[in-house]
């Protein structure tokens, strides 16, 4: 179908008016006057149905089974909603009755599809139409009734003229949604600073590392070499309201290592206890749990975006999109032998944020 | 009198044009003086459709939606969007007594205490997974036969904005049950909104009301899941088709079938039988998929907690690529500038991930501006015959499937005993230079199609049949095509390289430059369409090869 864009006599060429304005050169079509002829239509081939009237028999006998096959299928669906009842605490039921209801459904649907179009492949007429397209734009007496209706509006109205009531109008028309967007403002609590909320945890001096989620105090001696615990801070687990957003800022992964394989700073060194050490368990990158513990490599993984990080020199990221270590969260033993926090995390936990530096 | 004469005259018309009785056409005739609908069916009712399987594409699209619609009223009467702590107390045993939102546990009854719900639930996302792959077909469809060309640029927008709101609608869907998985999804959400520079911190808090997680996010979720996104959809689905209609549907290559018409079936009764048939065939499929295979077992996970997280977590399979474009950047993309944290780890994905959207939103307008082709395109190209089109979407392509197969990363590792950074490594590798491969080695694949389509249209294909020739030489018979399957072969635009022509000021601007220099990049290697001379020429030189006798 080589198009003409230069308008000229070529049969296969004559485009619509859409063509025309192709001619402003900047089309780089090649046409070629010399391209082949659109053949037209094929010859009809008539179907099978179409030559034998014992197969067009047997069409319209598996279009109709076919339909009351699908009605089959409803009864069967309607039946086994009542056969195949949820017994409590069986998930076994529920499977069977999620399983006789769609299959009964899916007879019910498919039979009705296939059916029909059986029906309209085999059946109904295969001479194919043909529609004849026009140019999308709007025929040239139209295009200029349409400009004559706006320039007459124009000129009613001075919209064009009165340029301080159409300038103002539009001054008012850009300010009025405003007070709605203030209004979202009220998605977030008027009372509560975000960057504050997310420096600070639960966590502070004297507060005990408990099991999560029980609640039960750990004691230090409790902590055998090489194993870790999912840890909350002592009260988390009793809290009504705001439990879980504590506990996404506050949860602590607690593993003891060989004092030896811990490669501490100076000024960390009496953060830990006798190998023993707590990092946050919220990830640096965007905030999954670093829930994944590497027994012999002492690697901690990431299970959403695979950050790895590396208990032994205080959490420090050597493996993907995470920057920042781990937060540590200064650790020592009360007169019960019971392992507390020192203080809260000396800096924010999980994810960064604009404000955090 | 006169009145009641000419109704009842106008009565026996319509009853005289339709044989098929009484009833139907009196009902007809009291809806058409009551909506003129006569007009719609006399527009409409025999209006061509074209087919192909790949028109079924879009189709599916729409079914699923509607499958989506109806299986989601169904669930919206028992589901409840709170979350609002309660124990659970229902029919599913390992999680009895357990704390969790009433979201949660009213997903948990449709699930185990509602017959035929958790049917519905599954139909529901199944058909969700299945909407977001159609529309995806659906457009690379439309984009490797060049549908989207005018006059269907803008309808293509539309397009693919249902597809950014079908995502969205996934997405909301996918956290509504508040369980460990979709929690942990919304967890990630929360730390991609605060890596945006100035206003992140900000949008997290006013986004979940307060600190992550908070009490607000589900209801909030489910009032955009199933009122603002759905009403958004239908309208734009109504404007795509209403442009369908406008337009009138492409048609590929074929004997008889030219840019001012359009071939094949009518809406009524054909289209009506088989567009109607496999609706329900679509829903059927659907159907056996949901009794037959589980989806987003939540009784598996549990209730969210910030805490525990399951490894080989996967999201749907649709924002994959946006979960395995976080994978691939490598450690340590974050600075502190001026006391501010700029988390380019999150900063790189939004904006790559972003640019490459929009570039697919805008490819139209960009190969029309350097085509400078202002004409119509009703008859689709064959990919091959537009083959720097063809492999810049193959080059798209694979850039989206690394992306997206960063996304099973671990999975990859566990299964293939390979090691994690191994695995990431080779998917940088192949993100980056993937596409350069794919877009070179899908151009020479579709010159030497093009050349192979030359080759048969000049010299037929081979038949296979040996013959010798009196001088003892052996040739090949060469079978002609037909003239009709010639006509698919060679009708195709051809574009030459645009020529840098100096403007009225005997200037030549850099826009022109880059136009010039895009237009040689797509058309520079092109293989014209053969010639009726050629053709003529072909035939008169090698009676032997193309005759059989």
Known sequence: MAKDDNGAEDVTAADSPGAQLATSAASTAVVTRDALVNPGFPPHRPRITDLDSKEERKAERTVYTLFYVSIVGSVFAIAAYMAFPIVAEDPGSVRLNNLFIGLGLTLALMAIGIGAVHWGKALMSDHEGVDERHPVRGTEPVRARAVEIFQQANEESGFGRRTLIRNSLIGALVVFPLPAVVLFRGLGPMDQDPVALLHETLWKKGVRLTMDPSGTPIRAADVTLGSSFHVIPEGLSEMGHGRLEEKAKAAVLLIRMDPSDLVEQEDRKSWSYDGIVAYSKICTHVGCPVALYEQQTHHLLCPCHQSQFDVENHCKVIFGPAKRALPQLPIAVDAEGYLIAQSDFTEPVGPSFWERA | ?549
Request: aromatic share 12%; net charge neutral.
């Open chain 2, 1 to 549: 009198m006169t009145t009641i004469t000419t109704r009842e005259s106008a009565d026996d018309q319509a009853v005289g044009a339709k044989k098929s009785g009484g009833f139907t056409a009196s009902a007809a005739n009291y809806i058409d003086e009551r909506t003129s609908i006569s007009g719609a069916v006399k527009e409409l009712g025999r209006k061509i459709f074209p087919d192909h399987w790949s028109f079924l594409l879009g189709e599916v699209a729409l079914y699923s939606f509607v499958i989506i619609l109806l299986s989601g009223s169904f669930l919206t009467f028992f589901y409840q969007a709170s979350m609002a702590e309660v124990v659970y107390d229902g029919s599913y045993a390992p999680l009895k007594g357990i704390p969790m939102s009433v979201a949660m546990s009213s997903t948990m009854d449709i699930s185990f205490d509602i017959r035929g719900g958790l049917l519905m639930r599954q139909v529901h996302h199944w058909a969700a997974l299945l909407f977001v792959a159609a529309i995806g077909l659906h457009m690379l469809r439309i984009y490797f036969t060049g549908a989207f060309r005018k006059p269907r640029e803008l309808n293509w927008v539309i397009g693919f904005i249902l597809f950014i709101l079908a995502m969205a609608e996934g997405f909301t869907g996918y956290s509504l049950p508040d369980d460990l998985l979709s929690g942990n999804g919304l967890r990630i959400i929360d730390g991609l909104i605060k890596g945006i520079p100035v206003v992140g911190t900000w949008v997290s808090f006013l986004l979940f009301g307060g600190e992550f997680p908070g009490t607000d996010i589900v209801g909030r979720l489910y009032s955009l899941h199933i009122l603002l996104l759905p009403a958004i959809i239908v309208a734009l689905i109504a404007m795509h088709l209403l442009f369908v209609v406008v337009h009138k549907h492409t048609q590929y290559p074929a004997a008889g079938h030219t840019n001012q018409n359009v071939v094949g079936y009518p809406v009524l009764p054909v289209y009506a039988a088989k567009a109607g048939g496999f609706f329900f065939i679509v829903f059927g499929v659907v159907m056996l998929i949901a009794s037959l295979f589980t989806i987003n077992p939540i009784w598996n996970y549990g209730p969210y907690d910030p805490s525990p997280v399951s490894a080989g977590t996967q999201p749907d399979w649709y924002i994959g690529f946006a979960d395995g474009a976080m994978r691939l950047i490598p450690s340590g993309w974050e600075f502190v500038w001026l006391n501010h944290t700029y988390s380019l780890n999150i900063m790189v994905v939004l904006i790559v991930v972003g640019l490459f959207i929009v570039t697919v939103m805008v490819y139209p307008f960009i190969e029309a501006w350097i085509t400078g082709d202002k004409r119509e395109h009703h008859v689709l190209d064959r990919p091959r015959n537009a083959p720097t089109r063809t492999a810049i979407g193959a080059a798209g392509v694979t850039f989206y499937a690394s992306l997206w197969s960063a996304a099973s990363s671990d999975i990859m590792a566990t299964h293939f005993h390979l090691t994690m950074e191994g695995v990431i490594h080779t998917l940088q590798v192949t993100t980056l230079l993937g596409p350069f491969l794919a877009f070179f080695i899908t151009k020479r694949v579709c010159l030497a199609l093009q050349k192979k389509d030359r080759e048969i249209v000049l010299h037929g294909y081979e038949s296979g049949r040996i013959v010798r020739l009196p001088g003892g030489e052996f040739v090949e018979v060469h079978q002609p095509v037909d003239e009709y399957e010639r006509w698919k072969l060679v009708s195709y635009s051809d574009f030459k390289p645009l020529m840098l022509r100096p403007n009225a000021q005997g200037k030549i601007g850099p826009v022109e430059k880059v136009r010039a220099g895009l237009s040689r990049w797509f058309f520079e290697d092109r293989i014209t369409p053969v010639t009726q001379t050629e053709l003529s020429r072909a035939h008169g030189d090698h009676p032997a090869e193309i005759t059989d006798k």
